[in-house]
């Protein structure tokens, strides 16, 4: 089992910066790939950014490449995402994920979960 608190979300201008971070307790953080998704009012959730278990390979929604960083400190057992020049369609509830095993981008191959973190983008 494994638990995920996620902070750092908050309203922010256009072009502003925030960073998200996602505490882990439970089983070892090390094992299992992470990533971040997000859900914005009617809409499903979707995949934002991956990190292997190591931290060695990264991968990013086209949406935000560029803009957004996924790292992770395993000695911490914390997980971060760095967002910069942020803009209203990045508004929604972000959600960290654990999986065991390969990175994914699938939300149904995520088995744990965060309570989510609303990050808000005004104009």
């Known amino acids: 089992q494994v638990q995920l608190v996620e902070s750092g979300g908050g309203l922010v201008q256009a072009g502003g910066s925030l960073r998200l971070s996602c505490a882990a307790s439970g089983r070892t953080f090390s094992y299992y790939a992470m990533g971040w998704f997000r859900q914005a009012p009617g809409k499903e959730r979707e995949f934002v950014a991956v990190?292997?278990?190591?931290?060695?390979?990264?991968h990013y929604a086209d949406s935000v490449k560029g803009r957004f960083t996924i790292s992770r400190d395993n000695a911490k057992n914390t997980l971060y995402l760095q967002m910069n020049s942020l803009k209203p369609e990045d508004t929604a509830v972000y959600y960290c994920?654990?999986?065991?095993?390969?990175?994914?981008?699938?939300?149904?191959?995520?088995?744990?979960w965060g309570q989510g973190t609303q990050v808000t983008v005004s104009s």
């Open positions: 994920a654990a999986r065991r095993g390969s990175s994914s981008e699938l939300v149904r191959e995520y088995d744990y």
């Open positions: 990190i292997s278990w190591s931290g060695g390979w990264t």
